[in-house]
């Protein structure tokens, strides 16, 4: 069993940046993959970026890709998205989530736990 709790969210100006965290409790997190989603009210839940158990291979979604970074410290049990250049369409609540296997994915559908949630709101 494993569970996520996200922290780091806010408020920021476009052009800022936040740093998200995301606290993992369980022996197993670093064999896991994990993944960064977000939802906006109204909209689907949208995959952000994705890592593997190690931390040596990414994927991102088109529209963060070069202003998002994905990263894990298996020794601390906490992975991380640092978000850069933000824009307003970022604006959402943000969730960590992990899978119990080694490979990255950027199907929701494919990770067994997730965190609560941390709200990102970029103004214009």
């Known amino acids: 069993q494993v569970q996520l709790v996200e922290s780091g969210g806010g408020l920021v100006q476009a052009g800022g940046s936040l740093r998200l965290s995301c606290a993992a409790s369980?022996?197993?997190?670093?064999?896991?993959?994990m993944g960064w989603f977000r939802q906006a009210p109204g909209k689907e839940r949208e995959f952000v970026a994705t890592?593997?158990?190690?931390?040596?291979?990414?994927y991102y979604a088109d529209s963060v890709k070069g202003r998002f970074t994905i990263s894990r410290d298996n020794a601390k049990n906490t992975g991380y998205l640092q978000m850069n250049r933000l824009k307003p369409e970022d604006t959402a609540n943000y969730y960590c989530?992990?899978?119990?296997?080694?490979?990255?994915?950027?199907?929701?559908?494919?990770?067994?736990?997730w965190g609560q949630g941390t709200q990102v709101t970029v103004s214009s």
């Open positions: 369980g022996r197993t997190f670093s064999s896991y993959a």
């Open positions: 890592i593997n158990w190690s931390g040596g291979s990414t």
């Open positions: 989530a992990a899978r119990d296997v080694s490979s990255w994915s950027a199907d929701w559908s494919t990770y067994k736990y």
